[in-house]
């Protein structure tokens, strides 16, 4: 396969014809007849229209999308695959190289928040010592990665052109934060080349127990709470996604609003409060800046292929060994299912954090305490 090695710059340009396009859509829009459930059946109808209203006629998505091009961007192909990625270097002469991977239904906007003081801590009232080189990239079918030469990319693949582009920046060693989808590449790229990564840290992570007989005797009330939040989580999106992605994608693709309440209910489901709308946690604009990313690089499909081929990898599946790589885990006490025990079985945990405030988005709702993290896990380390 022919591997174009350059680099080259990047600006995100969305048409003005597809501008009016989103709008036009928006206008057209089709709504059901259904009656008040509030959120137990999904997005409720009132809530949707608001939003709607307010993605047509008030978001800016020119000011946003200048703001974005104000942060260096760049895009590369490995494997033939095309990868977009911001690329921040830091101005403090003893910087490390950080590389941030998102999930699903996020992207590179999930960390516009951490950019400033994680690269430029002086700045930020932080510890000069504590900058980093940050490389957000966005994974292969998501944003710019796009589009997806061929099928196959698994976590453990990603995982191995992510090496690919430390390569090519000139990272000789570097550490990974990953959360969500990024946190089961952010370990493969631990297990490909252990010697190469300084740290792991992660946040919503999943940890499975094994089934063992009397595994769940030894937990703690609050960890007997998050294996049952698991069990009882509503996983159809991620039915639907990792078995009919295809099926999916034609709707999606075709209707905003369709895109629009697929993304904004697990902003719902996954911020903290859950109780709460999900502009509670996080500001109206970043969340349909995130959305109309999705819609104008038209990847509600390809996004969806990260969970088709994690589940149908049989490697996925397979033992592996406990891995190497000091490993920080930044739990959302609310929201998130990791068990400390369970999780030392596959990772080297040398940081546990448990935060109460905070989700499933940690670096969009809670960026302090994300950077805070982030600094007291990777300090330690040399």
């Known amino acids: 396969m022919i591997t174009d090695e350059e680099i080259r710059p990047f600006r995100i340009q969305v048409s003005q014809g597809e501008l009016e396009d989103l709008k036009e859509r928006l206008d057209r829009s089709r709504f059901p007849v259904l009656p008040d459930t509030g959120w137990d059946r999904g997005v409720p109808l009132s809530y949707l229209k608001e939003l709607k209203e307010y993605w047509q006629h008030e978001y ?10 104000n942060i260096p961007q760049s895009i590369t192909t490995i494997s033939g695959q095309n990868i977009h990625f911001l690329h921040i270097r830091s101005a403090e002469p003893d910087a490390r190289p950080l590389m941030l991977i998102h999930g699903w239904p996020g992207s590179f906007v999930e960390f516009l928040d951490v950019i400033g003081p994680l690269s430029d801590p002086r700045a930020h009232g932080g510890d000069p010592h504590h900058a980093y080189h940050l490389v957000i990239p966005s994974i292969p079918g998501f944003g710019y990665s796009v589009p997806l030469n061929e099928t196959g990319w698994t976590p453990a693949r990603i995982a191995e052109a992510f090496l690919e582009l430390m390569d090519r920046l000139g990272y000789a060693r570097f550490c990974v934060q990953g959360g969500d989808t990024g946190a ?8 490909q080349a252990p010697e190469r990564v300084i740290g792991i840290h992660m946040n919503a992570l999943l940890t499975f127990p094994s089934g063992e007989e009397g595994e769940r005797e030894a937990l703690t009330e609050e960890e007997q709470k ?16 990792s078995k009919s992605p295809y099926t999916l994608a034609y709707s999606l693709h075709d209707s905003p609003v369709g895109q629009l309440a697929w993304i904004v ?22 969340m349909l800046t995130n959305i109309s990313l999705y819609w104008f690089s038209g990847t509600a499909g390809s996004s969806a292929q990260i969970y088709y081929e994690a589940m149908n ?14 490993t920080g885990v930044l739990v959302s006490c609310s929201h998130d299912t990791s068990v400390r025990r369970i999780a030392e079985r596959e990772h080297h945990i040398t940081h546990w954090t448990e935060a109460w405030e905070g989700g499933h988005f940690f670096a969009m709702e809670q960026p302090s305490r994300f950077v805070e993290d982030v600094r007291q896990f990777f300090s330690r380390l040399t």
């Open 60 to 69: 800016d998505w020119r000011r946003h999308e200048s703001d974005l091009n």
């Open 184 to 191: 089961f590449i952010a370990p493969e790229i631990g297990r």
């Open 226 to 241: 998050r294996l049952e939040r698991m069990e009882n989580f509503n996983d159809g999106y991620l039915q639907i996604q």
């Open 265 to 286: 209910e697990h902003f719902k489901k996954l911020t903290d409060p859950e109780e709460a709308l999900p502009e509670a946690a996080i500001d109206r604009d970043r």
């Open 313 to 326: 990898d049989p490697m996925a599946w397979m033992p592996k060994d406990r891995g190497t790589v000091p």
